[in-house]
Structures are given as C-alpha cells and as structure tokens.
C-alpha cells in the first residue's frame, strides 16, 4: 500500500508539474548522460489513458542533439536533431516526420562579439519561408529586429531601448501595415 501510495505521488506530480523532474545542462553533463527516455502519461475526464514517449539524446557537452516522439509500437512520430557551435550556441535545428524527412528547420548566424544571434532563416521543404536580422549596440544590447518573408519584404521591425545600467526600457513594433506596438518596462533600484 504504501509503494503504491508513493507511485500515485509521482504520477500526479509528473501529470499537474512535468518539469519539477526536468535536469539541468549542468546535471546532464557532470554525470555523462548520453539519453534520457521520457514517458508521459495522461488520463483524460473519462479515465482513457494515453501516453507519449520522448527519447531525448545528448552529446559530451550535454547539450541536446536529438529528440524522438515515438508512436506506442516504438516507431518515430517525429524527430528533431540540433547541431551547435562551439562555443554551444544553437546553430542549426531541424524537424523530421516519421519518414525521415525534413519538415522545417532554423539556421542560425551569430555575431563574432557576442555570441547573439544577428541572423535566422526559417525553412520549410528546403524553402526560406521567413528570415529575421539583428542589430547590437557596442555592449551587446540587441537595438533593432528585422523580419522578412520569403520574398524578401521587411513584416515586422523591433526597436530596443536600454536605461544605463543595461536594462531594456522600450520594445516598439511595428508591422507591415504601419501598426504599432509599444512595451515599456520600468524598473525600481
């Protein structure tokens, strides 16, 4: 009784927190950890219980590299791979089907200063379907965003301001359409 009593804990705490047994890069890398399986279990109103299967893969530096849905039978539903920098900067990430096949993927550009990004393409089949540009100030504060479509035409434009201990005070968008959206965030020291 009281083993079962321990295992419905757990199965209520993954269900209603799944991140509280969530590890850090820090924990995965100290202990070498090369996969993790995760197996998530949900039971609907009805009592119907359904459950998903994450097989998460990581390299010498224990960042992820890999992770599958897998399907009940063991099968790949679908499949993501993640390839880094050296200095451990996502690079470039790409979605596979369960035929193997690329679906989407992120390149990533960064600068040589900051290790921010100043440039990301969105691929669907092969395609740049959108891309969006950064822009930095000289203390690495991102100042300016830039989307674009795939054929090239500028969709959205962020602006970046920053009080002078570095803290971001203004973010203003402003769409294709000329509409504007402006967040200011005030800080007390």
């Known amino acids: 009784m009281k083993n079962t009593s321990v295992q419905l804990i757990i199965l209520l705490l993954l269900l209603y927190m799944p991140d509280l ?3 850090s890069l820090g924990r995965i890398k100290s202990r070498n950890i090369k996969q993790v399986t ?3 279990t949900k039971l609907d ?4 219980e359904t ?3 994450v097989v998460k893969k990581y390299n010498r530096k224990g960042l992820l590299i890999e992770e599958a849905t897998l399907r009940s039978d063991g099968s790949t ?4 791979t993640y390839d880094y920098t050296k200095s451990g900067e996502l690079r470039v990430r790409k ?3 369960s035929k193997n096949q690329i679906v989407r993927e992120k390149r990533i550009e960064y600068h040589l200063l900051f290790d921010e990004p100043i440039k990301m393409e969105y691929l669907k089949k092969g395609e740049v379907y959108k891309t969006r ?3 930095y100030d000289f203390d690495g504060n991102r100042m300016r965003e830039i989307a674009y479509n795939k054929r090239g035409e500028q969709i959205r434009e962020r602006k970046y301001s920053y009080d002078a201990k ?5 973010r203003k968008e402003i769409n294709k359409n000329g509409a504007v959206e402006e967040t200011d965030y005030r800080y007390v020291y």
């Open 45 to 48: 109103k009805k009592g119907k």
């Open 77 to 80: 539903r679908k499949r993501v």
């Open 51 to 53: 459950s998903k299967t």
């Open 166 to 170: 570095g803290m971001l005070i203004s």
């Open 21 to 23: 047994f969530a590890q």
């Open 95 to 97: 979605h596979f089907n």
């Open 133 to 135: 540009t950064f822009e």
């Open 38 to 40: 995760v197996v998530e």
